[in-house]
């Protein structure tokens, strides 16, 4: 191609955190240009961010129905090619349908959907359409990440056993959801974040890399769940121990009450061989422990040499690639797989290695399933997605 | 007392690794002597080792049952007060409670005995005679757990929520056992060690470091026991929910095939106020992460100032003590208690500060329930101990 | 200002390693748009990076004077607002004086220039067009360099007694120069890198963080440079012991035979009251060691809260941010500077913060300091810059 | 042998940090029993310790001079092998000197002597004697350390290069010494600590550790020393840029004002082929960087296997060894090699791996050195020793 792809918003308006994370990595590899958005349901709100993101009026909407239709009728030299829909769970089927119906690839932020019935009408429509959907799962966007599924997947750490998996975070440990923070606000309300709290904020995303690193499948689970936090609705915490496969077992922790937490995510996978270990806040360094060699430590940019890590890693050994690296991957290798695709041409498996309908249908399986027997002590395990 | 307290020895000949440990822990603080043992139910090995370990000939045994008869009968001056019992878990009854039987205080290795109706037995034999056993549940030994204690039984990190405890370790990720490893070989052998391979080896001190640091009891859980390696009798790994008798939830994970791990015990534990973590890889640090000021790192020695962290501190910041130190701290604090006692004086809470028959009890019924409910996926919460 | 800012680039072409650097850093910010550039000397790798680049064939020129000429012709809604020049060290100096001269704004890579004389040049020069350079002293972009500078600079640890700062590398420890790495080749070779090597690559960084973090001026130094591989022509290697403009004293270390090393670049600075200590591969943290109460962590997102920090941060607590937002806060911070002055505004405190002339004249009297003195063993201690 | 060996003590008594670790570390291998000692100056005092330690009064003396000279007339069954010297650096001659000329092998604190004058003297009396004299340079104790020495003198990292160590203190950073800390007294005391302050306390162990795993001599160095604490007479701070006898060059920093650090001691060594890192603060991993495959960390009883590790190791893997494990090797082999000899056996090399009258006689050159230049800004580079 010789223009770079026009991207349009749905949400992200001034004070969005997530909203400016999507532009960051969108924009950072000289790809992609924003030429439109909807940044709010509040049309002054959307109006005023488009100024600040340098957009004509015109091309700044007051909501995403009249984007899409108007986008739609722009010429080709001009109109957006794909839509970045990062709103509150809620609000990402209604959009992302009509972005589909309408022509246009898909960014949608995690989870897929408010209900697993959604996702599956958006991947039925995916597929029909043959449009681009990538889910921002970003974890699995981090060099390190790509090369521990490779060692994973590539048997070097012989048969897998045992995956742990967690994600403790701490700042919902009181109710800051009625203190005015908005972040807290909508993810602990049942009608703007589904019928999961912490498990579909970041449980999913536990999940997500559990399935990624290994490419194995989760069959089924036993699960708590817990509000701590007095008069909430939605959980707070769960952990779940699962099984695998493979036969490999494994426990997942995910919490939003560990008070001190940051982003805590790690990942451990045990095989036959060996075992890894990787931390979200040392993200560029994978513990490589052996059952008959001294342990390793492979660094992004110098001993990480699988085709994935070299693919997604934009500088040499040494300079630490963190958060907006590893989403901009996904804008990245989204961004290259629809111009191949626009270009006719086959696009390769590194581009073709960001998260999609798949892992969505999957993230909602994950919630649905948490969710049902996450309260329930009749029955010991479930099988997942049922 | 104006004289050491003197030490007999059930196992630990040469070779036998924690019987070393025992020695070096019982040694170091010039306190304690060794003057007499039966090192090995083979009795050339045990005399062999008595004259490594500069014993006279006639205070080596040929029998534990020969020893205590013998020892019972020396004058007062002259014969053991106590009896370090350090054999595998099917020899702790018998020698236990005929040296109870016989007027000596015990050290015990845990698990406390082969069943939980030992383990009661014992219990009850010591409150009728008065004597003091000590179980080496060395990790509550560390000075930075008693701190970490002190901190959570003092409120500082406010009510307690979750108690996230793992032992990972992989030294048992292959059949080890039949390749001339006596270490393995008694552990994953039911006559030897009992119902339990991994959980009671290692999960028995998760468990038992879970409740020390947090002062809580586990009244229920919910768990799977796993047998990775082929034709092992015995589980190799496992992992439990947990609930707390103060509405906390926990996760504990142990295994022996967590291929590449050392002794990786950690425990993290998260209240309304605060959250703290500690490794035993790096022992001397406490982290402290707070809701609303910088993360914390304590360390002993310098910012570690609670009585039992002090008390079981041996050098100023910054000289790392380990896992040795922390196995004296058991029997420094025991030789305390005993001495005080027989100085007719009451012992402090530093020095009463050691597991004892109650942790050995709960321990065995940890085993039970973990063994009970581990196999079986009928009900998912199980009562402890019941 | 209703729109991005433009830039230009000198250098920068396909495999340039730096030169894609700049334009992650450049773009992520959605604030300024690459609108031309001579991407090499070699005019057709300059036009294919140009394409790849996505630029009109129009914008991409063989020379730099070629562009500097008819960018400035072009009419003020077109013409681009200043260039990025990242080119080797003996290309800074024509292609800045040139841009100044033609009144475009300038980014620059370090050190400023070959020599001394020219820095000194340009900086008249920047003072006489009240044009803005900056130059891309990375490490001081960081946010977590800002908090470090607030904290030393506002008093936190008292009175500045020690400064350690240390930039070990490996990857020169063989004559990779010889074996096709670009990157070594030019490095090591004096017609292109100046008289120093190491020291100039990566020493100033390590000197200019040590000035920028205290707020304190090297006054005199006493240092050895050395030449590890055979037949190469500049050093590989120096350290120095540093005076400060307090009385304080320091030890800078900078290495490009460290074996082993990525870019380890450490900082600890020690006061009256506390120390603090940063390291480059964990950019977020900053460790704070206290005289009288528990170290702590303090972290990007979380606890870092002066205004430079917040300003310099991207995300949320716990989402890693690396080298390349670091690098683009010295463009994003010169790019509120020169909007500012285009709208007339007064830049504040906080977007002036980059480094500059004043730091790129003190960058190569460093150069000059340790050149003149790291062979000479004559006379231990040497004025800063004379 | 048949029996343990018999230690007295001249210092430690009640309160004395070192001379309880002196305890503690020769006891713990119940290979050496404390049979007399005059623990202070103080009768009183010696006394009082004497009982604490279980002596019989008899054993407890008022006077070295009548300790060396009652214990020479006891029996060959009674009398003391050895005397362990704890006192301040002013009182290691005399008694040393007396007790070789007595008879008695030594273990003496560092630095050796008050002077290199009295090194001198006593190394020709140990020669002379053929009595073993060790010097508790402790940190060279360290298994971890045994194995670095092993990896660079057996040449895996290759021709070695650079050297760094460092050894960075906080206690001395006010002026504590008249605040009623006892330790800060003597060692900012000329009349008790020598003509160095923090160098000879802990620069010296800085010194030596480089030397010993380097097996490489410092030929001549370029220092600064600095007193920060107003009124302090001795050096509180210093730093050296170091020549080794194969053309390496390293830096040295020691300081005790670098506030909040406790032991802070690092080595870190690079060769051709390899780099190597070692924290006391971590003292059980080696962290070995390579110039072509990943990074390894070595862990002290699993993948240490060089001879000195090993025998330098009590636990197995994963269970952490400390400062006292590491000063109790000291005393291990100390008494393996007077064992042995006593027994009329040639001590194996690992057995004679302890710091003796060579490294003794070279920590004092060290001092002088240091004394002579730095504090002088005529000469850059000066001799070793001379």
Same mark, same amino acid.
């Given at each position: 191609m010789n223009r770079k792809l026009r991207m349009g918003m749905v949400g992200g308006g001034i004070k969005a955190f997530i909203g400016a994370i999507h532009r960051h990595a969108a924009l950072m590899d000289n790809q992609i240009e924003l030429?439109?958005?909807?940044?709010?349901?509040?049309p002054i709100l959307s109006k005023e961010s488009g100024k600040l993101y340098y957009?004509?009026?015109?091309?700044?909407?007051?909501?995403y129905r009249e984007m899409f239709e108007k986008e739609a009728q722009l010429p080709e030299g001009e109109k957006m090619d794909f839509v970045s829909i990062v709103t *509150? !769970?809620?609000?990402?089927f209604k959009p992302a349908m009509m972005a589909l119906k309408n022509g246009f690839h898909v960014v949608l932020e995690k989870?897929?959907?408010?209900t697993l019935e959604e996702a599956v009408k958006l991947k039925e429509k995916v597929e029909e359409t043959g449009l681009v959907m990538a889910l921002?799962?970003?974890?699995?966007?981090?060099p390190a990440i790509k090369h521990a599924k490779y060692m994973v997947t590539s048997g070097e750490l012989g048969k897998i056993r045992k995956v742990y998996v967690e994600y403790p975070q701490g700042?919902?440990?009181?109710?800051v959801e009625n203190q005015g923070n908005l972040q807290a606000a909508w993810r602990t309300d049942p009608k703007r974040?589904?019928?999961?709290g912490c498990i579909g904020d970041i449980g999913t995303h536990a999940h997500h890399l559990a399935e990624y690193v290994t490419g194995l499948k989760v069959t089924e689970l036993c699960a708590e769940l817990s509000i701590f936090? *007095? !008069?909430?609705?939605?959980?707070d915490d769960g952990a779940a121990l699962l099984h695998f496969d493979n036969g490999a077992t494994g426990v997942l922790m995910a919490s939003q009450?560990?008070?001190?937490?940051?982003?805590?995510l790690k990942i451990r996978v045990y095989g036959e061989k060996g075992g890894l270990e990787w931390f979200q806040h040392e993200p560029n360094s994978l513990i490589v422990k052996w059952a008959d060699k001294p342990i390793e430590v492979l660094r992004v940019g110098?001993?990480?040499?699988s085709p994935g890590a070299l693919h997604n890693?934009?500088?040499?050994?040494?300079h630490p690639e963190g958060f907006i690296e590893a989403f901009a991957n996904i804008y990245r290798n989204f961004a290259l797989t629809v111009m191949s695709k626009m270009d006719g041409k086959e696009p390769t498996p590194e581009m073709l290695d960001f998260p999609g309908v798949e892992d969505g249908v999957r993230g909602m399986q994950f919630i649905e399933t948490m969710v049902k027997t996450g309260y329930?002590?009749?029955?010991k395990w479930v099988k997942f997605g049922e």
């Open positions: 030429v439109c958005g909807c940044f709010s349901s509040n957009l004509p009026d015109n091309r700044v909407y007051e909501t *509150p !769970n809620s609000v990402h989870p897929m959907t408010f921002t799962h970003t974890y699995s966007g981090y700042w919902l440990a009181s109710d974040s589904g019928r999961a936090v *007095p !008069n909430r609705q939605l959980d009450v560990a008070t001190g937490e940051e982003n805590a110098t001993s990480m040499k890693t934009r500088t040499p050994g040494g329930d002590d009749t029955a």
